[in-house]
């Protein structure tokens, strides 16, 4: 009975070794999701990361994926607005919410902003690697509205990571299940 347990025990230490390797090696298909081509009634960007959020916005913008674009996140707020008028966005297709500082206050924030407007289709922009926590957090907080994930893609391929990104990058494997135990946000 002991030999069996400890079989099963091996295997399952080699398939979370196996799992853990993958997931270092390919965070992008881990970490990364994008719904595709979508319409919805508003972008959402998040702030944080770097400028290739607002700019992401706004190519969505001028594709017609969305007429209004809500920037969540203080700090950046106003930079990231900048960027979006500078790219094309006209200061009357953009609304910010400037009081968040995590990805749960983005959503928490912007979910109530969406159902005062009654807006239900929403795109959200933020970057590859914090897609994922990103759409689960505002599916978690208004499972009623539909979310899609438009990622930018900056420094999507390991050649261009810097020392900061990567440790962006694989801070997110301990976010996701931090999120899942804390807040109960589901990351798959």
């Not at 950046?76 to 749960?104: H, W």
């Not at 924030?109 to 959200?124: A, C, G, N, S, W």
């Not at 994930?149 to 420094?155: E, L, M, Q, V």
Request: net charge positive; aromatic share 14%.
């Amino acid at each position: 009975m002991l030999k069996f347990f400890f079989k099963v025990a091996l295997a399952l230490f080699v398939l979370l070794a196996l799992l853990a390797a993958a997931a270092i090696f390919f965070p992008q298909q881990f970490l990364c999701v994008d719904s595709g081509r979508v319409t919805a009634d508003v972008i959402v960007v998040l702030g944080g990361g770097s400028h290739d959020r607002p700019q992401r916005a706004a190519e969505l913008f001028r594709q017609r994926s969305a007429p209004r674009i809500l920037i969540s996140g203080a700090g950046d707020d106003g930079i990231n607005r900048q960027i979006l008028i500078s790219n094309g966005v006209p200061s009357g297709a953009i609304e910010v919410e400037g009081k968040s500082v995590t990805t749960r206050e983005n959503a928490e924030f912007t979910v109530k902003m969406l159902r005062e407007q009654k807006l239900d289709r929403v795109i959200i922009v933020t970057s590859w690697y914090h897609s994922r926590r990103a759409l689960a957090c505002f599916e978690h907080y208004a499972p009623e509205l539909k979310f899609y994930s438009r990622p930018s893609y900056f420094a999507f391929a390991r050649k261009d990571w810097t020392r900061t990104l990567a440790k962006r990058i694989y801070l997110e494997y301990a976010k996701l299940p931090g999120y899942w135990i804390r807040y109960g946000v589901r990351p798959f």
